[in-house]
């Protein structure tokens, strides 16, 4: 077991020498894979996540299709080669339990009720897991939906707010998530203000959760603004062919 190490150093900025209230870079792009009706690329720091849709689409099997909405089928998987030690390609109860969390948040995004008996289908892989796959799958799977033509509410901007060394800070990296005292990630529509993922890990005050919260909003908007220019860069380069 290695030593918890130091996460928040005598200049006050992180091991990746970030501020507190900064995010990591992030990448994103849409349309990404010829077979899939919708997919996108997510990535945050290290942390890097491919995300595919299909459908709407006639439900198989046709018993398990509702007569009022489409049907949310979600798989969260880590590829063996995403983490330090080996993953077993198989999935854990982490992921399935990630899977539900994920499926739940997208059920809030989609105009389910305008599909009745299809499914939608959504896969994401996680290529390099560097804390934040759960919210970077998210986002991922959000955008491949709008790839996908899919009616939704709004975009989902989300990332994770936490406390290192008693410094409530913005977009943990691993040394952070691993041994920091809180861990909370946030998944909102920003334009309907609704929340579609909250979970805390972790203890904090009631007023380190209003600052926690304050800086998510801050990180979210940023995300938000990223996620439309990149949706914005693809119709327009569909526009230009
Ligand atoms: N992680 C790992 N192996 C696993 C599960 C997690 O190395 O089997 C690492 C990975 O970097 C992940 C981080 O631990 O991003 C934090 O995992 P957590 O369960 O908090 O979810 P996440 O922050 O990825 O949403």
Redesign the pocket.
């Known amino acids: 077991q290695i030593q918890k190490p130091k996460l928040i150093l005598d200049n006050g900025l992180r091991l990746d020498g970030r501020r507190p209230d900064e995010l990591r870079p992030m990448k994103m792009e849409v349309g990404v894979l010829k077979n899939a009706d919708g997919s996108a690329i997510v990535e945050v720091g290290n942390?890097k996540i491919l995300a595919a849709v299909y459908g709407p689409r006639e439900m198989h099997p046709r018993h398990l299709a509702l007569p009022n909405r489409a049907v949310l089928r979600v798989r969260y998987h880590?590829t063996p080669f995403s983490?330090?030690e080996r993953?077993n390609p198989a999935p854990?109860r982490?992921e399935i339990e990630?899977s539900k969390v994920i499926r739940e948040a997208l059920e809030a995004q989609i105009l389910v009720e305008q599909f009745p008996r299809t499914s939608i289908d959504v896969f994401m892989e996680v290529l390099q897991?560097?804390?934040?796959?759960?919210?970077a799958s998210l986002m991922a799977a959000s955008l491949a939906v709008v790839d996908a033509g899919i009616p939704v509410r709004d975009l989902i901007a989300a990332v994770?707010v936490g406390k290192a060394d008693g410094v409530v800070v913005l977009d943990l990296n691993?040394p952070e998530?691993?041994w920091g005292e809180a861990?909370m990630?946030v998944a909102m529509m920003p334009s309907i203000g609704q929340i579609n993922l909250l979970q805390l890990?972790g203890n904090m005050t009631p007023e380190e959760f209003r600052q926690g919260m304050e800086l998510a909003m801050k990180g979210i908007n940023i995300i938000y603004n990223l996620e439309k220019e990149t949706l914005k860069n693809k119709y327009a380069e569909l526009k230009e062919e």
Do not use: C, Q
Request: no cysteine; net charge negative; hydrophobic share 30%.
């Open positions: 942390t880590m983490t330090d993953k854990s982490r990630l897991a560097d804390a934040g796959t759960r919210l994770a691993e998530d691993m861990d990630p890990n």
